[in-house]
């Protein structure tokens, strides 16, 4: 994709979630920053906080957790480099734990693909089965939203027994909601 090409699918993604009766009422939004090939969220990020949600982004953890903290804008962000993995922009200000998630509405996660089932592939860390194990442990029930690009939308992914189906799938060109 050109760099026009990602521009244009970040705000037709932003677009299509902003159109999320969930999102629409979200007090507070688990997010996060896209990074690489990742459909872009910042535009997302910012309308959300226009709305007057609370967003917050994960900061990753040396085991692979995530901890979060509030995002304040694109001037709020810090590329942390994590060994040999790739550089994230996670939010500079204070630390507010692992838990902090239990509080969102909504959690909108990144991933692979998703498939006809809902059931998401992740990159592999571990990091938001982590997240999703303890908002069940917590009794919290938000919205799951993966967001991709229409192409990243499949038949099957593989899926482990402790996988979770998301509720929505979000893309550039429109929402699909699974069971």
Do not use: C, I
Not at 29 to 50: F, H, I, K, M, N
Not at 78 to 84: C, L, P, Q
Request: no cysteine.
């Amino acid at each position: 994709m050109t760099a026009d090409d990602v521009r244009e699918s970040a705000a037709a993604l932003a677009r299509q979630a902003l159109g999320l009766p969930e999102l629409a009422h979200a007090r507070t939004v688990a997010a996060y920053v896209s990074v690489g090939s990742e459909p872009g969220t910042l535009a997302l990020l910012d309308a959300l906080r226009a709305r007057g949600a609370r967003v917050l982004l994960p900061a990753l953890l040396p085991d692979n957790d995530l901890d979060w903290g509030a995002y304040e804008g694109e001037d709020s962000l810090t590329r942390v480099r994590h060994g040999a993995k790739m550089a994230l922009l996670e939010p500079s200000g204070p630390r507010l734990g692992p838990d902090a998630v239990t509080e969102a509405d909504v959690v909108l996660l990144p991933g692979l693909a998703v498939d006809a089932r809902g059931m998401r592939l992740g990159r592999g860390g571990g990091s938001y089965d982590r997240v999703l194990a303890r908002l069940d442990r917590a009794g919290a029930r938000p919205a799951l939203v993966v967001l991709l690009y229409d192409t990243e939308v499949v038949a099957r992914v593989p899926a482990e027994p402790h996988d979770r189906p998301v509720h929505a799938v979000v893309t550039p060109s429109g929402v699909r909601r699974f069971g």
